[in-house]
């Protein structure tokens, strides 16, 4: 490491890389602008750029040894240690609605990675959040966990009471340091106290945006499966559309008493009957052969018994005719005298 403070070509363009980020980092958390405007965007990316070129760098120089404690870090590579942490914030400003579960767990493995390495340099005392899985959580508290989260949530709520108040004495004290340290009048004490107030008060930024990163994670996530479950339901339901119609006598009707428009078919009751008939829907379809042949034969014992009655009725008349042309005893020649 002490070779490497001592290069002279590496250390200037880390430096450069580092303010140039930073300066990056201030102008698109103070601009005006919306979020999502291309000039804001451009920065963000340009930021990233500029970040990942400069951890390339770290892990070549090796600046941050496992081996090493805070102590023997100099004074002014101090700064470094928050590339991780703007990483992550740089990664935040991205706004892609497709890729923002992406863009959360990029972030939050940056934040982490910053946090990571502050704990093992000791710059703060902190619980380090829990890694959490790829899959939805399910909740699988119960009646007796209630007592206990009590206390957590009420942990949690003095924990974030105090960073609240660290980090408004932070930045009072930063604020009085920070022209000395800028223009370079201020001694290795004060550039060493500056630098180390700016980790701290990276760290409790880290740890709101990693709380906010679960969080909506978890909503992304509950929204997806939602989606999913609704997708299923909507398919194993889903039934053709049936086309609507109106039924009319003829074609020339059903152009003129249509519905207005052209996407609502019409038929006449022809086309409706035929329709229905090659269905096999209709009222008459299905009857049983036998009840026709039934109904013929009915028909024939009528016209028999119909034809019968005319004949007798013509019998009749004849036989009418013939007494009154031929009076009684006609024919009789027995007792004539």
């Not at 008493?257 to 019409?266: M, N, Q, V």
């Amino acid at each position: 490491m002490a070779a490497a403070a001592e290069d002279e070509s590496l250390p200037p363009r880390l430096t450069h890389l580092f303010e140039a980020s930073k300066q990056l980092l201030d102008e698109v958390e103070e601009t005006s602008e919306p979020s999502g405007s291309r000039a804001v965007q451009e920065k963000v990316l340009q930021g990233l750029f500029l970040l990942k070129t400069a951890s390339e760098m770290l892990s070549q120089l090796d600046l941050f040894s496992q081996n090493e404690d805070l102590e023997e870090i100099a004074s002014a590579d101090l700064k470094y240690m928050m590339v991780p942490a703007f990483q992550g914030a740089f990664t935040m400003k991205q706004v892609s609605p497709s890729k923002r579960l992406d863009h959360l767990q990029w972030a939050r493995e940056h934040f982490l990675k910053y946090l990571t390495q502050c704990r093992h340099y000791h710059v703060a005392e902190f619980e380090l959040p829990k890694t959490t899985n790829n899959s939805t959580e399910k909740n699988t508290a119960s009646s007796s966990m209630a007592q206990p989260n009590l206390v957590a949530m009420a942990s949690q709520r003095q924990a974030k009471i105090e960073r609240y108040r660290q980090k408004k004495e932070m930045e009072r004290r930063l604020s009085a340091l920070k022209s000395a340290v800028e223009n370079g009048e201020a001694d290795d004490e004060h550039v060493r106290e500056y630098y180390l107030l700016h980790l701290r008060r990276w760290i409790g930024i880290s740890l709101e945006e990693l709380d906010s990163i679960d969080q909506e994670i978890k909503i992304l996530r509950e929204k997806d499966s939602s989606k999913e479950a609704s997708t299923s339901r909507s398919s194993d339901q889903a039934r053709p559309p049936m086309r609507p119609f109106i039924l009319t006598r003829n074609a020339a009707q059903a152009k003129v008493f249509g519905a207005g428009y052209p996407s609502l078919a019409t038929m006449t009751v022809n086309e409706w009957y035929d329709q229905h008939r090659n269905l096999g829907v209709l009222p008459d379809q299905g009857i049983a052969k036998t009840t026709s042949e039934a109904e013929r034969a009915q028909q024939e014992q009528e016209d028999k018994e119909e034809e019968e009655d005319e004949q007798s009725l013509r019998q009749a008349r004849q036989w009418d005719d013939w007494k009154d042309t031929h009076p009684r005893g006609y024919g009789n020649r027995q007792n004539m005298g």
